[in-house]
């Protein structure tokens, strides 16, 4: 019998007998709509929920630790976790990077939020740095670039040349049109102008940098090359004879340099990107809100270009996009600089937005968009919990928040892991900042990393608790999605047992149109392959409607999650991630199921003796 | 047409052997038209089904159109019915679901070298071949019994079989239905040369038939003023 004949007897015995058809499939559709609703759940609570606090690909690690006294004492020496061991860490096999993660190592504290709450909020600083690389795509997916590249897309866009020329909340992008802000662009390690206090010593100021002239500086005396990019000339600012030699960047015009600096011709010849130092007149300016007053006013040049000094000068203001960072409490002297760029970790808000914000009277805050470029004020070497350090070396910076990632420390900010660097050295002094807290290792695809982790622990070094809560995690949703997805197999179960009782009463109803099939020339394997054709119609009506009884419920249970869990941010819009995958394997349960079920009656369906059925 | 040498045919069913068919001999020609009879429960049914090869369980020798029926696997077997062999029973056995012309068809459902053929028109004319040109596309619950006999009769001789089996075709019509189907048998069987076997109570049916084969207690008996021809069994 050929299979256009065998569908078109299925066809006919389904549409006489829809009755029987529905019912037989309607534990096949719930089992289905069960399985692909909970696979479609894990896969999508892995997808959406779990690889943004962990990727799969990712694990971090910190040095292992043991209880002395109540206190807990790391096992490794702690001068080892430093670039070597970044090194070391980056050959092992299956690691494909390694990223340090430093933390502050002085105190701090903030302020901010009079803009957004009507007075200033101020609390202990705690920070620690990341590298900006390892977080390029987190901060991408979380601000959404792509839904607003493609909204900016649909929109006439102004041509423009400078930010200020771009209505509010936009930029001047790199094609000269105006475009939304992409905050992530911003978490990089500004250019800081770092003092120091020791003439000539390089104990706080970067490797390869010294203090000259209060600041930390790249020498080049003695005949040391600067890096390529940079050439040797005499320290911006000192006049007259043996001023020390220092690496400038070379550039032939502003643009080469950072927004902080400017392009000025070198005494030796040449150009080379200088500093601008600035002033905001009096030293408690540096503490004011305005921007007026923190865009303070460039010393020893006019905004109009005239030599300065002359009666035609009009004061310039610190470029755009930085402000006056004064050197340290005492004084209202600086340099031009950007804000500091700052993550913040999402469970913040969810804290604010669920006990601060009742309790001190605030707005909740609503989603990601409110806070994004929001300026605060961070002073370093103040604190309310300990001592302040001594008044000359403190220093109050503008920082601004540039995006979020659950990578960031949960209650504090994340800068980039240059700045932090920066800060330790300049205050802590060079050892400080030699060595790493943790590190976060991205391995090859989602292997497993049992092997690995053995190996890391051979050098002193163990899973971080937010790795192991993320392992657990993970291993929870696994057997959680196995669960269901068994009980959507024993439902598929049941849904056989039935199709087998109903196929065996269809069967002795339809004994003598069997028996006359076969006395016309049907064989036997004609007849067991309409049966099983037949419970196959079963299995793939059950899918599909399954399917879309599943994805039904996953909407409702979307929509139920964006109006019930409102005050949380960053959830996914949607817990579900359903893949052809998830439908392939349950067409595949679904069909085997029903193949199970109808076996028995197929088989009695085809060893039916037509003599006896057809002669009464 | 029709050889059969010996033939035995035992129902087991629960320790009871219930011997039907106890030594059968018979021969029907190509072309006759013959009735067979006897008596209830005598084991009419048993014989027409083994030489229609829908029971293949019996032991001693069947051979229809020249092809021995023993040992043939379910697939020749089921082609053997399909192409050589046709029945009619008692009970029409029509499909309800499909109409009269698909009913008549119906074989070339199972039947390779019907592909891409009309089978339609075919059907249409078995049909008023049979006086239903009028019904074509009726469903079969809306006709008399005669009439879906007649349509049985359309769907037997729809793969131009050799021998067409008939069980008790009359039993469940009226006289004038019966007579009818009768009367069809007999066109066939004069205009196609088509052999044809009926099991038959009626007399009626059996004095329009070439021959008369009794069969008693599992034999053939002998026809009147002819040697007999039941043999001795194995
Ligand atoms: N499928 C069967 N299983 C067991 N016994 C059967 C079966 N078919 C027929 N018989 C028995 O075989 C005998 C002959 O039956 P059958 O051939 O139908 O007789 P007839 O057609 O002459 O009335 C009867 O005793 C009947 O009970
Ligand atoms: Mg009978």
Known sequence: MELRRVLSVVWGNIRRNKRAFILSSVGIIVGVATLTFFVALGMGIQAGVLNRIYPVNQIEVEPATVGVVGLREAVVDPALLGPRMVDTLRSLPDVTAVYPKMRSRLQARLWGGKTMFGYNMRTEAFFDGLDPELLQEDLQQTERVEDKRRRAALRKRGACKKDEECPLGQECGEDGLCGRIEYWRRFEAPSLAIPCEEEGSDEHCLAGQRCLGGLCRTPCEGGAACDEGSSCAPQPGCEGEGCPQVCLPDCASDADCDEASVCDALPGGGHGCVRLPCTVGQKDRQYSDSPRDLAGTVTGRCANGVPYGSATCEPMTCPDDTYCAVRDTTVAEGYCEKPLPVLLNPFLIEVFNSSVASSLGLQPLDGVEAILGISFRMHFGGSYFTGDLAKNVQAVKLAQVVGFSQKALEFGVTLPIDTVRALNTRYKGRDSARTYDTFILETEGNEDVSALIGELEERGLSLSSRSQDARKAADLLFILTVVFSFISVVIMGVAAVNITHTFLTIITERRHEIGIMRAIGATRADVRRVVLVEAAAIGVFGTLAGTLLGFGFSRLVNAAAARYLEGIPFKPDDFFHFDWRIFAGALVFALIFCLLGAFVPAQRAASLDPARVLVS | ?234
């Open chain 2, 1 to 234: 047409m029709i050889h059969i040498a010996g033939l035995h045919k035992h129902y087991r069913e629960g320790g009871n052997d219930n011997h039907v068919l106890r030594g059968v001999s018979l021969d029907v020609a190509k072309g006759e038209l013959v009735a067979l009879m006897g008596q209830s429960g005598s084991g009419k049914s048993t014989l027409l089904n083994i030489v229609g090869a829908l029971d293949g369980d019996y032991e001693g020798e069947v051979v229809v159109g020249g092809q021995s029926l023993r040992g043939l696997g379910d697939k020749a077997r089921s082609r053997f019915r399909n192409r050589t062999v046709s029945f009619v029973f008692q009970q029409f056995h029509l499909l309800p679901h499909l109409s009269v012309a698909d009913n008549v068809a119906l074989p070339a459902w199972f039947d390779r070298d019907e592909r891409g053929k009309d089978q339609h028109a075919r059907a249409v004319a078995l049909l008023e071949r049979v006086r239903l040109g009028s019904k074509v596309a009726t469903s079969p619950r809306l006709l008399s019994g005669g009439e879906k006999q007649r349509v049985a009769i359309a769907r037997a001789l729809f793969n131009h079989p050799a021998l067409l089996l008939a069980d008790e075709p009359t039993g469940a019509l009226d006289s004038a239905s019966g007579a009818l189907v009768l009367e069809l048998f007999r066109e066939t069987n004069r205009q196609d040369g088509l052999t044809v076997v009926i099991v038959t109570h009626d007399p009626e049916v059996a004095r329009v038939c070439d021959r008369v084969i009794h069969i008693r207690d599992g034999r053939i008996e002998p026809a009147e003023g002819a040697p007999a021809a039941a043999g001795e069994g194995a």
